[in-house]
């Protein structure tokens, strides 16, 4: 593929992104995508002839490695330094956009995970990469208990994301990061 087709490529992923994000499996139409990502019809058939499902699945697939990504910038031995800067990305993304991009991923996951295994598989395998990044610091951290607070860890972010984003206020969010210094 050329450079311009890597770019029509991204594109397109980028604007399923940030549109899903928003408004949700359902909300995020495929005229809607074209026309933020400026790409044309056929080109979205060409990269994506899977359609708007394998175009949702990429998209879900890149947000999640983006987030286990900042995950793993945290050196291992301070799960609470990782779950605070977690907190802090999230609630500066929140924020930025008017309180409607907070888990590039919970969004999908309420809309279509019992109803369509393909993404639904993609946002399990998301969650599960955050969760065993999560679970490589506890464990570093010397925690007996690093699969189950793993699991709780996220639990609460996304809970806590949930919470700021229908207050529209980081408060939950700092509830949270205090919560979990005080656990970890």
């Given amino acids: 593929m050329g450079v311009k087709g890597t770019e029509t490529r991204g594109k397109l992923v980028d604007a399923t992104r940030a549109l899903v994000e928003r408004h949700g499996y359902y909300g995020a ?3 809607q995508i074209l026309a ?16 708007k499902d394998e175009l949702v699945a ?3 697939a890149q947000a999640g490695k983006d987030i286990a990504t900042l995950i793993d910038t945290i050196e291992p031995g301070d799960t609470a330094a990782a779950a605070t800067r977690l907190l802090q990305a999230f609630g500066d993304r929140l924020e930025a956009s008017g309180w409607q991009q907070g888990c590039p991923v919970a969004t999908v996951a309420l809309d279509v995970a019992a109803a369509n295994d393909p993404i639904q598989a993609e ?4 969650y599960t990469a955050w969760e065993e990044a999560l679970r490589i610091r ?10 189950d607070m793993a699991a709780a860890v ?3 972010v996304e ?5 700021a984003r229908a207050q529209r ?4 969010l700092k509830r949270v990061e205090r919560t979990l210094r005080n656990l970890l």
Wanted: charged share 20%; hydrophobic share 45%.
């Fill in 154 to 156: 996220l639990a609460m």
């Fill in 123 to 126: 946002c399990a395998a998301a």
């Fill in 58 to 60: 990429v998209a879900i």
């Fill in 138 to 147: 506890l464990r570093a951290d010397g925690r007996d208990d690093a699969d």
């Fill in 36 to 51: 933020t990502s400026g790409a044309p019809r056929g080109s979205l058939y060409f990269h994506f002839p899977g359609g």
């Fill in 29 to 31: 139409g495929l005229n």
């Fill in 159 to 163: 809970g806590a994301l949930l919470l």
């Fill in 169 to 172: 206020s980081r408060e939950p």
